[in-house]
Structures are given as structure tokens and as C-alpha cells.
């Protein structure tokens, strides 16, 4: 090939100035205008298409109208990457991690805390429930984008105190805060019927024995009262990490849920920021709003 000439040479040094100078000045106004990111975002999703998000603490396909799980990962490279790890050393340090045991992600969305838990080497094998179908159909390919499609089950129904059906009523712009019984969002308008199940009775059919278990995962935007009866006496056999809103509960649901809970675990901690030191149990019933809370 021959050699460029030295107007060759200047042409393409002054096209690459051009270009990084455009680029320097354009994105801090385009992406960093909101409005005009979510335009952008929302005419991708309005055509089908998807984002992938090549990470290092995993890949991930996610939809671009998503306004939290999907924007964390798309911006910030990780969702709530740190509560899990923590959650994860803190029960291996109390030496409460059966070897190879089972995740279970109990309201999974799109697979973040599964493929975290799984790529951690503290798992054998997961469990991960999500009723919505779109969610539960990236959830698949997120496993399968992860090497993990024969390690982990997806079981696409939704987790509460019995079994039949239920309308999960959608929200227009976080994939994760779909949520049966009351509308998560003013301006939604869309629902889907959701198969039912118990914990319990679905682990037993998958032929998932109770001290195999390493650690639940909770997050089922308010479903967590009746999630907890599903769990019949797994409940205190087995650490539960949960989405804690006791905001989210009528006066009564609260005080059931709390008690069951001091009945059967002696220690709280809360996941997030700092290292947080363990807590008795009575330690729930001081936490006002939305906590991720790991008990044991």
C-alpha cells in the first residue's frame, strides 16, 4: 500500500481533531440534557431494540425506555452490584454459605443480582422468578449472555401466599417497580395476569432440599407479607436478603410481617453504603423507609 502523502497526512490528523472536538462538545450537551437522552432511548425501545451492556461484572441486554435498572446499567455499569457482595461476604464470614449451594432471586427483572451472585463462585446453581414476561425474557438472555443458561432456572411466575393468579399491574418507565395490587405509577394504564405460586412449593418441585440454600433475594415491590407466608418454614431456616419499605404495608400487614421475622432470626444488617455492623433483630422495627436489609 502506498505511502500518504503529506496533504494525505494533514487531511486525516485535521478529520480526527474535527471529530474529537464534536464529540467533546456535543456530549455534555446531548447526554447530558436529560429530555433529549430519554428521546433518544425511548425512539430505540419504540423500535424493538435493546442496549447491550458488556460489563465487567457481567452482560446484560436491557431495554432502553427502562428509566432505572436499564439507565444504572447503561451509565453506571452496575445495579446495586454492592449490596449483594456484601450481603454475600457477610453470610460467608458467619459461616452461613452451604459450598455450591442455591441462590434464589425472588422477584429477578432482568438478572443483575443473579449473574452477581453466580459470577461471585459462592453458588452452584439459581433459582431466579420473574413474572413479566418482557422481563423474564431478557432475564433468559442475560443467562444465556453470561455462560450460566445450565446453572440457573427461570421460572416465570410471580411469589405470594397461594397458588392460582394475579394482576401485576405495569409501570410505564421502571421495569422494576411492576407490583400486584395497587398501581405503582399514577400514569400507568397497563396490567398482565401473572401466574401464582408459593416458594415453598415450587422450590419442593424443583427438588431444591432447604439446607442447600444459601440465600433468598427479595425485592417483589410490596409483595413481601404474602411472599414470607409462601415461604412456610423456610422462613428461619434460610438467610433473607429483602427490599425492606415498611411504608409499603397497612398497619397490621407490618406488625405481622415483624413479628414472624423476630421469631425466627436473631440478626439484621443493612446493605448499602459503609460496612454496616450487625444489629439484633430488633433493630427492624427502628427502619421507616425503603432499607435492603439481610437477615439471618
Not at 6 to 20: E, Y
Not at 85 to 101: K, M, N
Not at 118 to 143: I, K, Q
Not at 192 to 198: A, I, K, Q
Amino acid at each position: 500500500m502506498p505511502e500518504k502523502s503529506a496533504f494525505q497526512a494533514m487531511r486525516g490528523a485535521t478529520g480526527r481533531l474535527r471529530r474529537s472536538l464534536r464529540q467533546r462538545m456535543l456530549t455534555p450537551v446531548m447526554l447530558g440534557v436529560r429530555s433529549f437522552r430519554e428521546a433518544v432511548l425511548n425512539a430505540l425501545a419504540a423500535r424493538g431494540h435493546l442496549v447491550y451492556c458488556r460489563l465487567p461484572q457481567g452482560n446484560f441486554f436491557v431495554d432502553p425506555s427502562d428509566r432505572v435498572i436499564g439507565s444504572w446499567l447503561m451509565w453506571h455499569g452496575r445495579w446495586q452490584r454492592e449490596e449483594i457482595e456484601q450481603a454475600i461476604a457477610q453470610l460467608a464470614q458467619a459461616g452461613r454459605l452451604p459450598a455450591g449451594g442455591v441462590f434464589v432471586d425472588a422477584g429477578a427483572n432482568i438478572g443483575t443480582q443473579t449473574v452477581y451472585a453466580m459470577r461471585s463462585g459462592h453458588f452452584g446453581r439459581a433459582v431466579a422468578f420473574e413474572p413479566e414476561p418482557r422481563n423474564a425474557e431478557l432475564l433468559r438472555m442475560n443467562v444465556a449472555a453470561n455462560g450460566m443458561g445450565d446453572r440457573v432456572a427461570v421460572v416465570e411466575k410471580a411469589l405470594g401466599a397461594t397458588s392460582g393468579t394475579a394482576t401485576l399491574h405495569l409501570h410505564p418507565r421502571n421495569k422494576g417497580a411492576h407490583a400486584i395490587g395497587a398501581a405503582p405509577s399514577l400514569d400507568g394504564t397497563e396490567s398482565v395476569s401473572v401466574p401464582l405460586t408459593r416458594l415453598d412449593t415450587e422450590l419442593a418441585v424443583l427438588g431444591i432440599a432447604p439446607e442447600t440454600i444459601g440465600l433468598i433475594w427479595i425485592d417483589v415491590e410490596g409483595a413481601e407479607v404474602d411472599l414470607l407466608r409462601g415461604l412456610g418454614d423456610l422462613v428461619g431456616r434460610v438467610p433473607l436478603a429483602i427490599e425492606y419499605g415498611p411504608e409499603r404495608f397497612s398497619s397490621a400487614e407490618g406488625e405481622a410481617f415483624r413479628a414472624s421475622l423476630h421469631a425466627h432470626y436473631t440478626t439484621l444488617r443493612r446493605l448499602g453504603p459503609g460496612d454496616a455492623q450487625a444489629e439484633p433483630i430488633a433493630a427492624l422495627d427502628r427502619i421507616t423507609s425503603i432499607t435492603d436489609i439481610l437477615l439471618y
